[in-house]
């Protein structure tokens, strides 16, 4: 009886220590990863579980979103409603029309932990950094290196400039180039282009610059001896193929617009070496709302003078946007730094593919030719992964493609905004996988409704 | 024996099973804080490794700060050096020169916890918020809330505008007060103005406008038939007075800058409420790194005009600096939400009495006067706290102040470049707490010799 009370005793002591054994070891551990938080953990959990609101896959709830009960709630993405973005909505048109890069949430929802920040509340209250410069040191370093990676630039005696989104550079560029102009310096760009070029250009003309079209036609009447400023889109927006400034000469500066010129959306034949080059984080990373982009600028006033248009419109560019670009870089750069260019490339063929089928099938549209071509980054030829869809409608009845197109459910964007014809729209193929899969779902019915009005 | 073995494994158990109550407990009790922390954890415990990084008081290690051996490391304060900034720099000269706001970190380290933010990777990347607009509704509704508490500015039937700091807002009221000009809107300050308003509207001179100094020589000749635009900052920048535009008239537009128009610089006699006012959270919470700024605009086009500048300058304002806004403002807010202007006011009145009083032994220098006024957020009679002393140079031949200040190891800011006399100097107390001491303790030596040199 005493032998088996000891047995019981034992056998509950021993299960106790083993207990203990467990959870000190436990909490050893835990302390390695969590003991140190104190002021930091709150906005952790809090952020933790804005990120588990359940949004059926087809939303989100954000940190600042909108309140209900006090709580973040879904947003949801387009032709989805409800709570938890659960209740599709049948008649909701395919909307190809911005060049949101949402493709590229799912990377970053892969790569949680290695993109999250945190930042306290007295994180660079200055104006300026210890070396009373404005531009994050690291974050150059960084930017550096992810294009060494990508094999899609030369860096080296270039002067990097930080702006609001590319767009804000493409405007300093402008200003720098024709500051000492003593006659208007002409803008141009090669049809179809970016339609930015001309808005920006228009509202903030100054005695120094002013918009004049299409680089092609200034080059057909070869009246090009004054000071003229070529805005190169490469690839193009809006139909991705590779360019070069149609105007050369003296009197000729070109703005490399290379927002495009990653693998995910283009062969990389070389590494661009121009005198000014312009990029965005928005179409490397996908984080068009964080509002942060780079010039490489070769020629030292050109620089100057790029930063001093940031000073007189802004003072810099944000710590904030700073701090986040650089975290997002880390986590790019992690490993060998190819993964988000592997699967932005994927992603990007993917959807090119799948769509320039269902059109094949078609006689009444027509897309873009992107040629295969040798790329630096991948060390072999590859096909395209373009941005967009540059789609023509071919009957000559369709002048207005994109309402023809809309009355398919489709939104695209004219392509008078890029100064071409109405006859082409642009499709983008950047957007979440709910809009891309609604665009190729309402083309594929259209599609297939024109085989069934030739057979009747 | 047995009964002793008994009591002593009693004992072991009963301690074994306390422990495991202990060690159950307390689990449950981290769970409740730290349960869920999985993604986020990493982030957290980097950002509070970094903040525990010691550097004596004088300095801050910096998330993105520059790295020795893969750590951040000290970036020290002007006049400390050393790993820990514990090396103080004996003949290093006073700055005062620049407005940097960083008077309030200590009331962000106080608040470490509400003020600290995590962003996750996918945070915001769109363009655009769900409901398309690019404004945060939840940052619009924090600042409203904070002027209700300040009682600075009545927001009721006004439109607000985000902008990269309050600079932007200044150029883009510019454009949007001039664009249907036939002849250039003439741009104008009353002396002693902030410079920015003459660089930044000469650099971006279009054929609409034109800076034309200053506006009480504008009112002296009466002529100002035609559109003009008046910058009025109040309190001014750099003396601290309260300010009504100088011209009055149908074709004239007044741009408020408010940007010091909070209980920390200044008496609030009533809420503003101007026509266009602009404001800045450098100036309120200190993060002058955020570049964020916002305007309050009566008229429905001129709010639109300025939406449409901000479009095409950068899109939009980055939602990572607007997510930060947010989160300050939220650490504001809290309890009754009048906690840091409080501290703010307290702080500024400190440094501004005891500076006073020291030019105040002095017959070489004096500064501006600012008389007590009522308080619309004290609700009482109170004394100054300005952003600036404004020092005038006394004796005849101190024609150049600032060269008089700095034979004294003192940096300030010269009188001409605020369209005055250089007998001026502005003289910045809204930087760190080592400035500001630096800045007293040469002034009081400067003070003191000169009361020698009298009696010599």
Redesign the interface.
Known sequence: M?KI??LL??V??VG??A??IF??T??LF?GY??K?????????????????VSCSGHG?A??????VDGKPVC??NTCYEGPHCSQFLPDCAANAD?G???F??PF??Q????????????????????DQTSM????QKHILKVHSIARNAITKGKYLVFG??S??LL?AAV?ALSLNSSSPARVVAASPYYP?YK??TD?????HFEFQGDALLMKNTSDYVRNVIEFVTSPNNPDGNLRKAVLQGLSVNAIYDHAYYWPHFSAIPAPADEDIMIFTISKLT???????GWALVKDKDVYLNMQ??IS?????????????A???LK?VLKGDGREIFHFAYEKMRDRWEKISQTISLSKRFTIQDIPPQYCNFFEKVRGPSPAYIWLKCEREEDTNCKAVLLSANIIGRSGSLFNAEDRYVRLSLLKSDDDYNSLLYRLKELISKEGRADTL
Chains 1, 2 share one sequence.
């Open positions: 005493a009370k000891y005793f034992g509950c002591f106790s220590i207990l203990n959870f000190v436990n909490n835990a990863e969590n140190q938080l104190s002021w930091s953990q709150k906005a952790a959990a809090e952020a933790e579980a804005v990120a588990a989100r954000y940190l600042d979103g909108l309140l947003e949801c911005s949101d890069p949402l590229l949430e970053w929802m790569h949680a932990e290695s993109s999250a920040l945190l930042v306290a509340g007295w994180h660079r209250m200055s104006y300026v950094f210890a994050s040191l690291e974050l609001v989104g767009t804000q405007s200003f930015v808005t920006q509202f903030f003309e100054t005695v996908g984080h068009a709302g964080s509002r942060f001093n248009y007189l419109a802004d003072i810099s560019i944000s710590r904030d946007t700073q701090l986040r650089l975290q997002l986590a």
